[in-house]
């Protein structure tokens, strides 16, 4: 893998991404509702910089992201424009230790994980520095109840502006928008107590469990967010692509990375005095790959687990999609394995994709997340009924395979934009593959280059 810097690329944003920005710019609290893969974190970063760098209008900016987001997406986001290179973004994250020395690193940004919310707060206490906050999954602040949310409320009266970002706000219906639309207006849109707000516009269950929406509720509660909330769905912006390509970089852990960087250089190193085939390229990179996802086959196909780092990525983001079903290419068994435990518990219908009936029942909508090898489900299945996410959990060289499994949804007779979903290891053989893919090149002549380039570093 070449160890150059990419160039940063010019912003030219969509018309859409236009009014959202200028809306940012405008409003001091704003509920962004946009799909997964329309930009929500450019658009963002577009406004801190305008309103620091250009209008002078706030100083720190605090985002509170999913842990794996936090890790790595807001920084890579910012490296990829021209525009925003003079922001700097500072995790917040590891130790309580780390994290101090993070606060107190100069900066533009401080990115933390939502769990640490409540012992930010308790840090700062009346100190709050943050005058700008942003919202990053604006729906896992949904439970009125938890201490996430109840620590925001403390201290939102000392924040000057707010975003919240979501793809999906009410995924279970409009009782989960109360806590949502209180942390953009302190309760002024939507009554100032959850009790209030369910009196006003539910009912209770014929059987006295659960609320049901009062007729009309919903049209009076879209119309009294409608001024502080923007709503856009992928499939309603026809200057977007077909198929929308959303990179999830994975940062591997310490512990893993060292791990990764040991076993990755002793295979190398085996074949310093051998010419690299083609063939004894795809049996080393593949091993990599398999590291890269979080476990390995060693010599008696026993699988040896690693990390866990991939699969709490993919966990973050199958939460963000908030009940949209997805298909999910897997690369190996011991893939196929860790994904069934990490959702074990989800409560989300599961299923591999074996026969005719999975694929009728898929299209039926009834499954969340379809499991698939990409060689087996790469030719003549027609499941644009079922879904718009695909999901890339371990990556291949073949294009042609990679096509033609995102050719499962994306095809004709679906009615929305396909989203692409890549979860990307920094640092890791699957840079290497995305950007084999991403460049359309042939797979052995990208194969070979990439893992000289491996050979050439580690030596």
């Known amino acids: 893998m070449s160890t150059a810097v990419k160039p940063r690329s010019a912003f030219v944003p969509h018309d859409y991404q236009k009014y959202c920005i200028n809306r940012l710019l405008v409003d001091e609290a704003t509920g962004l509702f946009l799909d997964l893969g329309l930009g929500k974190t450019v658009i963002t970063l577009t406004v801190v910089n305008d309103l620091k760098y250009n209008r002078f209008a706030i100083r720190r900016t605090l985002v509170i992201a999913p842990k794996k987001v936090a890790e790595a997406t807001w920084t890579n986001e910012a490296d990829k424009w021209e525009h925003l290179k003079h922001l700097r973004i500072i995790p917040v ?28 707060v308790e840090h700062y206490r009346n100190a709050w520095p943050f005058d700008m906050v942003i919202l990053d999954e604006l729906s896992s602040f949904k439970n009125h109840q938890a201490k996430r949310f109840k620590a925001l409320t403390w201290i939102r009266p000392h924040v000057k502006r707010i975003v919240g970002l979501t793809g999906t706000p009410a995924p279970n219906g409009l009782l989960d928008l109360w806590a949502q639309v209180f942390l953009l207006d302190q309760g002024e849109r939507l009554e100032k107590r959850v009790t209030h707000y369910r009196e006003k516009y539910f009912q209770h269950n014929y059987n006295g469990f659960g609320y049901t929406a009062k007729p009309g ?226 797979t052995q002549d990208r194969l070979l280059n990439a893992l000289k380039a491996r050979v050439e570093r580690v030596r």
């Open 217 to 442: 509720a919903d049209d009076v509660i879209h119309r009294k967010i409608g001024d502080i909330c923007i709503s856009m769905k992928a499939e309603d912006y026809l200057e977007l692509p077909d198929c929308i390509m959303n990179v999830i970089p994975v940062v591997l852990d310490t512990k893993a990375m060292d791990q990764y960087k040991r076993m990755e250089r002793d295979l190398l190193l085996e074949i310093e005095d051998t010419e690299i085939t083609a063939t004894s390229a795809a049996v080393l990179t593949g091993k990599l790959l398999q590291m890269c996802n979080g476990a390995v086959y060693d010599e008696e196909r026993r699988v040896m687990e690693m990390h866990d780092c991939k699969i709490e990525a993919f966990t973050e983001l199958i939460e963000q999609l908030n009940g949209k079903s997805a298909l999910v290419f897997y690369s190996y068994q011991h893939d196929l394995a860790r994904i069934h435990k990490a959702l074990a518990k989800s409560g989300l219908r599961i299923r591999e994709l074996k026969t005719p009936q999975d694929q009728l029942d898929w299209n039926n909508g009834q499954v969340d997340i379809l499991l698939a090898h990409p060689a087996s489900a790469a030719y003549g299945l027609n499941l644009q009924d079922g879904g718009n996410h695909v999901v890339w959990f371990g990556l291949n060289w073949s294009l042609e395979l990679y096509q033609q499994a995102n050719g499962r949804l994306h095809r004709q007779g679906q009615k929305q934009k396909v989203i692409l979903h890549h979860l990307v290891v920094q640092g890791g053989v699957d840079e290497d593959v995305m950007a084999a893919l991403e460049d359309k090149a042939t």
């Open 93 to 120: 994250l590891g130790s309580a230790q780390k994290r101090i020395r993070a606060l107190n690193t100069p900066g533009d940004i401080w990115v933390i994980n939502r769990d640490n919310v409540a012992w930010l």
